[in-house]
């Protein structure tokens, strides 16, 4: 269907999505190993599940990552954060890609979590003028964070001693994604 629309109107250049990670200070690189049948396995600790972790929200259409932000600790994502994130997400569109603001609009995509598809952000992305561009219902999340920008494979062995040392890393990591 989406091959078909761009066919008459090119629209997939003119797509931002986003993705929504959380990111821990400690990345345990662990990995396989093979053992003899007569020896005993090599054995590495298992993440802590409740260890010091941000949340990391990213926007990104296909030349760029166009705005990332991390949220304070135990911040959640809820209706009204995520209205002030989709502000700031449009300011940059304006800065770093007005041509997306100036022809024919941004083409929206997102996933359908609760404050994304709420009573509050519907009123928002019209008063943004953003066409939305449907999620399958039911539809398995694929991390496009993990897969398009290759996310999880720069923090891998990465130890943080603070939030702004992540900032850091993912200044620098998404500076370097061409």
Known sequence: MH???????????????????????????????????????????????????IMLSVWWHWKCVVYFELLQRNQT?????????LDKLNTAINEKRSELSNRKGVIFHQDNA?????????????????????????????????YHLS?????????FGNDEAIKSHLVQFFANKG
């Open 3 to 53: 091959l078909k629309r761009n066919e008459v109107d090119p629209f997939l250049k003119r797509i931002i999505t986003r993705d929504e990670k959380g990111t821990v200070y400690n990345n345990i690189n662990r990995k396989q190993s093979w053992s003899r049948h007569d020896e005993a396995p090599q054995t590495t600790s298992q993440a802590d599940i409740h260890q010091k972790k």
């Open 114 to 146: 609760r404050p994304h598809t709420s009573l509050v952000t519907r009123p928002k992305l019209r008063e943004l003028g953003w066409t939305l561009l449907m999620h399958p219902p039911y539809s398995p999340d694929l991390a496009p964070s993990d």
């Open 77 to 85: 994502i809820n209706s009204d954060v995520y209205c002030q994130q």
């Open 151 to 159: 996310l999880q494979s720069s923090l891998n062995g990465k130890t």
